[in-house]
């Protein structure tokens, strides 16, 4: 495919401004987080963002379909014990490659305006290509652990009795009708997942305690309930933590293609397929999970559950000790993009040549929509 010249048709205001009902449903501490950052900002707005970006490369055909993270940036890099990579994949979804690859060059733009180091992101930017094409011509390797990574585990763990503490710290109050249909959920849960999972002992979902989970920025506005479960025993030492949550909608974001997907299955399918770090505990939610919780019958579809493990750690960028630690970064994020799909040797090479010739629209063109974003974070902000 031959690289076109770049047509981008900024929004009428020139302003890449939230989704209709987005601000409305957002906790007003957050609102204020977002006016603070245009970092915090870009990652609120993220379905804009993408619907924007889909606009802006309408005109791009041949692409072949790949199994997307939907919002990458480097603020998705985390790490636990074991591994390091992206992570949340909650917007992952099937589409043109070119929805992650201009969303994380966005958010290097972003990064280097935040810390400083403005005159290294185009260096930052073939850091990332370079980690990308890799990924697609040798999906078998894997890169060294970034440096950060290193540091930062070095810092002690809590005790699993003070992670579980801490995730009760989380939970906010809930109905009791609501707390009843967890528990009553967690019962189909257990009886749904057994036949996979016969090494879980009997009772091993029994809800301890459960609340709504107020976290996130891209998805403060979803669903989530926090739930401790007995786990492998009666004990209270061995208890584990799942986290339910309502898929968020990707309506507006065009060039998509999942239709005969269901909406959770989306983000399974993209964590198991994308993902390093594993879940001991990730499939789809009971239909009834939180009837209570729901406003119409189909949102009780459309939840999923994931285990969440101790040690888990996002890297922010105010973590980052120089611009080195952000090339590894980028470096990882684009291989473990790269690796993700498609599978056939062929259609990697394809992919590759395609992602080569257009790359110099993929930066121009993130280049525009950031200034569209920041014109927008401004007005919000009143700045």
């Known amino acids: 495919m031959g690289c076109v010249a770049l047509l981008v048709q900024a929004p009428a205001s020139g302003q890449l401004l939230p989704l209709p009902g987005v601000l409305a449903s957002a906790p007003p501490e957050l609102l204020d987080r977002v006016r603070a950052d245009p970092f915090t900002y870009f990652r609120f707005i993220n379905r804009a963002w993408a619907a924007r970006v889909c606009e802006v490369f309408s005109d791009v055909k041949g692409l072949p379909a790949v199994r997307l993270h939907g919002d990458a940036h480097v603020e998705q890099f985390a790490f636990t014990n074991e591994s390091w990579g992206l992570t949340d994949f909650d917007d992952s979804a099937r589409g043109p490659a070119f929805i992650d690859i201009v969303r994380f060059l ?219 630690d952000l090339m590894e970064i980028v470096y990882d994020s684009g291989f473990q993009l790269g690796v993700g799909d498609p599978s056939d040797a062929s259609a990697r090479s394809q992919l590759r040549s395609s992602v080569e010739a257009l790359e110099g629209r993929f930066r121009t063109g993130s280049s525009t929509i950031v200034e569209e974003l920041l014109a927008g974070w401004r007005e919000l902000s009143g700045r």
């Not at 009666?234 to 968020?248: F, R, Y």
């Open 106 to 324: 966005g958010s290097i733009d972003l990064a280097t305006r935040q810390r400083g180091w403005t005159s290294d992101r185009d260096a930052l930017w073939d850091r990332f290509f370079a980690g990308y094409r890799e990924g697609l011509s040798d999906p078998t390797i894997r890169p060294p652990e970034p440096e950060i990574v290193h540091v930062l585990r070095r810092n002690v763990p809590p005790t699993h009795r003070a992670f579980l503490a801490w995730g009760e710290s989380q939970m906010q109050p809930m109905t009791e009708a609501t707390s009843k249909s967890v528990v009553a959920g967690m019962a189909a849960f257990e009886r749904f997942i057994r036949p996979g999972r016969p090494d879980l002992r009997v009772g091993y979902f029994a809800v301890k305690k459960a609340g709504w989970l107020r976290i996130g920025v891209g998805s403060a506005a979803t669903r989530k309930v926090l739930i401790r479960i007995e786990g492998p025993t009666a004990g209270d030492d061995d208890d584990q933590l799942l986290e339910a949550k309502e898929v968020s909608s990707l309506d507006g974001v065009g060039c998509l293609d999942d239709s005969s997907t269901s909406p959770a299955l989306r983000i399974v399918d993209g964590t198991r397929q994308l993902g390093r770090m594993k879940h001991d505990i990730l499939a789809l939610g009971p239909a009834q999970l939180i009837p209570a919780a729901t406003d119409s019958p189909e949102h009780s579809l459309n939840w999923w559950v994931s285990s969440w493990e101790p040690s888990y750690r996002e890297v922010r960028l105010s973590d980052l000790r120089s611009v080195q």
